[in-house]
């Protein structure tokens, strides 16, 4: 069953931009991922943070985590076009091992 | 390159008939996975495996049976499958005995396509 939702399902962007797209899930967690997935490719891991951190940063991404409003973000700042992406939250509930995902934002990056 | 091959990249395959997906990892990993992933829909978890043991099966119909003969190995068994199976199918791994709080790298899938 879903755990996370993603927010916007699609955002289109130019060059440069920054993007954020956001992640609410319903249940208290262990951790939240974010990963990557190109089209007909499989998916890419960008970031893990776990219930007890706030932020973290992975070269040009920012994840932040909100545990009591139950949500994420991550930022991609100055965009490029291989950021072109589907990009999924995924959420490890508290007590259980399972991993959850969300339906992902498609990310189009225009040159 | 993941670290994680599957194979076959591609599969059509007849209702009646009997296939199955590999899945290898190079990176030293105690923990395999089986997710399916449908157009338009998350990501579905199927099975998990650590240290070759089932951990996790999430309701998985009994025509998709899974087999993890070592740590580095992982096969889904197809049979009889129904029109509403054609998905992508994705192995990941990861390492770890805590496997829940660690990143999962993942193959490109296998495509399966049922006629």
């Known amino acids: 069953s879903q755990q996370g939702e993603e927010d916007p399902q699609a955002l289109s962007i130019q060059e440069g931009e920054n993007a954020t797209m956001n992640c609410s899930y319903k249940t208290s967690i262990n951790n939240l991922q974010w990963y990557r997935q190109n089209s007909g490719r499989g998916l890419v891991h960008l970031i893990l943070?776990?219930?007890?951190?706030r932020e973290k940063h992975s070269g040009r991404l920012r994840v932040t985590l909100d545990t009591s409003k139950k949500s994420s973000s991550l930022l991609i700042t100055a965009s490029r076009a291989a950021d072109t992406a589907s990009y999924f939250c995924?959420?490890?509930?508290?007590?259980?091992?399972?991993?959850?995902f969300g339906a992902g934002t498609r990310l189009t990056v225009k040159p | 390159e993941t670290g994680v091959t599957q194979t076959p990249r591609h599969l059509v395959m007849g209702m009646t008939n009997k296939k199955s997906l590999k899945c290898e990892q190079h990176l030293g990993h105690n923990a395999m996975y089986w997710y399916k992933q449908s157009a338009k829909k998350p990501l579905e978890l199927m099975f998990v495996y650590n240290f070759k043991e089932q951990t996790e099966n999430n309701s998985v119909p009994s025509r998709f049976s899974p087999e993890c003969p070592n740590s580095s190995h992982l096969f889904l068994h197809l049979h009889t499958l129904q029109p509403e199976d054609s998905a992508l199918y994705l192995c990941a791994s990861s390492q770890g005995q805590d496997y829940s709080n660690q990143p999962q790298h993942f193959g490109d899938g296998t495509r399966l396509s049922i006629l």
């Open positions: 995924a959420t490890v509930e508290y007590n259980n091992n399972d991993m959850r």
């Open positions: 943070i776990r219930s007890n951190e």
